[in-house]
């Protein structure tokens, strides 16, 4: 994450050591004369078509020419810094063939803010993500473009400033760069790390709307819910319920006999949102296995000094743990809209005005906040319909079952990025509710969260654009400043 985010990256002279290993592999295989798919063959459908060693640099450039052929918008800089820190990783490991200039061109790519230009489209998620990961590698070669010190431009020029030559990609070169998961597999694991920091601040949501809406926290009760011990739903109960100490608003009608049941999106929030957490947490498990994984072609071996072909390169387990993801978060965000809906209509939210604002009908209010996250959740419903339940035949039959990883990953991050939207919605109406119970005050946990929120966000007193509003409170919850308020409040939330 820290890579990703514009952390230095580095490679020891032990790990260079380790490819230097695997790289005699291929040169052994090579003055041998011995047939290796991808060394001294064609690639895919063109596996039996034979190679000299005049073949090889050609073979290995037109590799990337001919595969980077994605479309779409850019992944954006994050994503980008992941994949080239992913892909030095991967090639660092030591079985994949390639030169050390090979892996520390990456790396310098990294240090010096060299960042490919790589459309998000394209990728069947096996044999991983090549098209992407085509127009990662083209600047290695001095080719494609780039984005470089605010400027996009060709890769060769951006070399050139920086007093780098292109690479001569060598025998297995071009087809380790491009064979692997590295894209889907940087996409999904930024994203389960949006998903981690969300599960808390649908807690800090939720106890917001809570109190606001003379909720009661009995049902959080631990010997109610630890009678169902799900780990995320038992870790939930527990923030919602140091999230709700203290709280005058709650205190002010515990005892009375009219609230023995809330509604299930208030009721059942650690039920929704520790299976959330649930998954976040297989997901991430997944990922951080595939992060310290193989996934080139042919694999080489300098125990043996072999090389083997195999089919690490299928992305189906990142593929499901993203399309997991995706599904989970669209409960998480539903249960949220769910818990606006409640805010803003005066039948549900227990005497707070219409739409949280005075003299309605001339305000509106809060109102169309309900609408805007309705249509996300209706969106991201659509978005999380498995990608990994399709598969479609490539490269003339030979590559006939694919994972559509990269999909996967994409839609997971397109769902969080709804949902952080509905759930900032959430806060940004829950917290004038809160205020409109005074003299009552909220515990002192919320309480943080709205003097965060006020901090970019005034009190909506009558209406006004509400758009920079929303966007701001997007921002609060995008960037953790929401989290770390109450946590310097409580303490670390779970």
Known sequence: MEIARGAPASMSEDVLRRVDASRQVVVTALKAGAVVYGVTTGFGALADVRLTPEHSAALQHGLLRSHAVAVGSELPPEEVRAMLALRAHVLA???SGVRRAVVLRFVEMLERGILPVVPEQGS?????????????????????????????????A?????????????????????????????????AAWRAARLAKIADISAALT?????????????????????????????????????????????????????????RCAPQVHGAFRDVVRHSTETLEIELASVSDNPVVLPETGEILSGGNFHGQPVALACD???????????????????????????????????EAGVNSGFM???????????????????????????SAGQEDHVSMGMIAARHARECLRDAEAVIAMEVLAAAQACELRAPLLAGA?????????????????????????????IALVGDGELVAAVEEEIGPLE
Not at 168 to 188: R, S, W, Y
Request: glycine share 8%.
């Open 368 to 394: 169309v906040c309900q609408y805007t996250a309705a249509s996300l959740v209706s969106e991201m419903k659509t978005l999380a319909h498995p990608a990994a339940v399709d598969s479609i035949t490539s």
């Open 445 to 473: 946990a919320t309480r943080a969260a709205i003097a965060s929120l006020r901090k970019v966000v005034p009190t909506l007193l009558h209406d006004r654009a509400l758009k920079p509003d929303v966007d701001a409170t």
């Open 124 to 156: 069947l998620g096996a044999s991983g993500d090549l098209a992407p990961l085509a127009h990662l590698a083209l600047p290695v070669i001095g080719e494609g473009e780039v984005h470089f010190e605010g400027e996009r431009l060709p890769a060769m």
């Open 93 to 95: 490991l030591g079985h």
């Open 210 to 266: 809570i109190e606001a809406i003379l909720g009661t926290d009995r049902a959080f009760d631990a010997r109610v819910v630890g009678l169902r011990p799900h780990p995320g739903q038992l870790a939930s109960a527990r923030n919602l319920v140091r999230l709700l100490a203290g709280s005058e608003i709650l205190s002010s009608h515990r005892k009375s006999d009219h609230i023995v049941q809330d509604a299930y999106s208030i």
């Open 158 to 190: 951006a070399l050139g400033r920086c007093g780098l030559e292109p690479l001569v990609l060598e025998a297995k070169e071009g087809l380790a760069l491009i064979n692997g998961t590295q894209g889907m597999t940087a996409i999904g694991v930024l």
């Open 324 to 358: 997991s993801l995706a599904a989970a978060t669209v409960g998480l965000a539903s249960i949220s809209e769910r818990r606006l809906f409640r805010l803003l209509d005066p039948k549900t939210s227990n005497g707070l005005p219409p739409f949280l604002v005075g």
